[in-house]
């Protein structure tokens, strides 16, 4: 790999390649969106080039010999889709590489209302939940990808055994969406607790998203590397 290294960074330089960058998509090992391009910069001008075969063949035994590295920085848990950028330095004779995995974000919150903020018929909803406001009624849920339940209630601090969920997410329903929206349990969603307290209702729990944040890998490999 020695040589093949000196011989890779002197076909980039005859490209006219100072700095390089490649970017590339993987699902764990296998590349799955690569154009076999390099981006690099000529007189302040953006450029993409197609890669001769026998650069992209050291690209990908670099991939090959250096997946268990990958592998150690990824996280794949969300994801087994991730970005890998490769910066190339002709002139020092360094290729680097970083990556970025899809990673889980959590954003709290928390909402007071009041009964006459709700439509009529799930304030009648509340009524018979609550017993007439004679009981405090927590509700725990999450929604998620259109999706979602009613997970605990509790009445006075007691659990209570319910059989249909359908009354208590009618109620979380239209308190989150008031909130957030109609299309809040869309994608990664939310979960969170209802307290049913009187005439008020005291709401708090989390937002998820999912973004790709980079990892703590950053590996850089020479030709001495190989002697």
Do not use: A, H
């Amino acid at each position: 790999m020695n040589k093949r290294l000196i011989l890779f960074f002197e076909l980039l330089k005859q490209m006219g390649v100072r700095l390089g960058e490649i970017n590339m998509t993987l699902d764990v090992n296998n590349i799955e969106d690569w154009n076999e391009s390099i981006l690099y910069t000529v007189k302040n001008q953006r450029q993409s080039r197609k890669l001769p075969n026998f650069l992209v063949k050291v690209i990908k035994d670099l991939l090959e010999e250096y997946e268990y590295k990958f592998n150690r920085y990824n996280n794949y848990d969300i994801d087994e889709y991730w970005y890998l950028t490769i910066l190339i330095n002709t002139e020092l004779k360094e290729i680097n590489f970083q990556s970025s995995c899809k990673q889980e974000k959590e954003n709290d919150f928390e909402r007071e209302y009041i009964l006459n903020d709700l439509k009529e018929d799930t304030r009648n909803i509340i009524n018979v939940l609550t017993n007439n406001n004679e009981n405090i009624v927590d509700i725990e849920f999450y929604g998620s990808w259109d999706d979602g339940s009613i997970t605990k209630v509790y009445v006075n601090n007691n659990k209570y055994e319910f059989d249909d969920d359908k009354n208590y997410w009618t109620v979380v329903n239209e308190l989150m969406i008031l909130r957030e929206g109609k299309y809040w349990n869309e994608g990664v969603g939310s979960k969170g607790e209802v307290r049913l307290w009187g005439d008020d209702i005291l709401m708090s729990g989390f937002d998820y998203t999912e973004e790709y944040e980079p990892t703590n890998l950053n590996l850089t490999i020479k030709p001495e590397d190989y002697k």
